[in-house]
């Protein structure tokens, strides 16, 4: 694990670091805008008073915190760097490839080098059934490791396209508190909210440390989730928004897409119908997030 200077000072200071995923750069941004992005998300957590630590993995050396340069050959058109899940680092590793990690796999790296607070767009979840099937055996990996990785991962939910009331009660089996951020109701991704309520709710940074700080407290390996809505400026409208969930998944229904296939189609059709107002809602949200990761790191800094 190589960790950059700047990274490795404040860890080792006790000093507030906020890991970034790189999958949302390499994966869920188009070429050009997701080097702007990488900048701005960098951008964000310092202007809260925490170090960012951008994850990847290059020429199979796990890199936490990234160069420019470093961050360019990420954000590259032909990048080619491959998808990481935790499951995934291994091969990459011994095989000396590229990779981007996923919210897994940049959360068990975190959590080795120390880091506490990760901030990210939307969690991964149970994925909802596809034609034919009255169930989905696809559900993320980011639900276990969570359950076994104890960092507070602040997110806006998870997409409406997965099954939200699943993903809650798996939460909840694998005892991974979940904390609203001034909501009483899980956030949506791209809406501010669901139907689904939470248990418990937190006013401030300084009260989501506190919990984290009391969970770890108690000897849980468990990490925290910190469900944070999407800006209200920045909500995708309800009608757009639920014809775009239904269109969509009248062609996965039409195409008989199934399993891990059927998200990224469902995301796609979002991307393409929308008028570009999914890909500014996903940028507004993940800098409200990792701003109110930074601010949680600093928190915990005085705890």
Partial sequence: MRITDE????????????????????????????????TEVEGAVRAAGAIPATIAVL?????????????????????????LSARDLGPAIALSRDGATTIAGTATIAHAAGIRVFGTGGF????????????????????????????????????????????????????????????????????????????WRVESPAEAAAVATAHRA??????????????????????LHDRLLAEGMAKVAEGGVRGGDVTPMLLEHFHTSSGGVSLDANVALVLSNVTLAAQVAVALCTN
């Fill in 218 to 239: 108690q000897g849980l390996r468990s990490g925290v989730l910190l469900a944070n809505p999407i800006p209200a400026d920045a909500e995708m409208p309800s009608e």
């Fill in 124 to 199: 991964g979840g149970v994925h909802l059934p596809a034609a034919g099937e009255s169930l989905s055996w696809d559900v993320s990996a980011d639900l276990d490791v969570l359950s076994g990785t104890p960092v507070t991962v602040v997110c806006s939910g998870v997409k409406s396209v997965l099954d939200i009331g699943a993903t809650i009660e798996v939460l909840e089996t694998r005892s991974v508190p979940v904390l609203g951020y001034r909501t009483d109701f899980f956030p949506a991704f791209y809406r501010r909210e669901s139907r689904f309520p939470l248990s």
């Fill in 7 to 38: 990274v490795a000072a404040a860890l080792a200071d006790g000093g507030p670091v906020v890991a970034l995923e790189s999958t949302l750069l390499a994966h869920g941004l188009p070429p050009g805008r997701n080097r702007e992005v990488a």
């Fill in 59 to 83: 020429d199979g050396q796990i890199h936490v915190g990234l160069t420019d340069a470093q961050l360019d050959r990420l954000c590259a058109a032909d990048s080619g760097f491959a998808k």
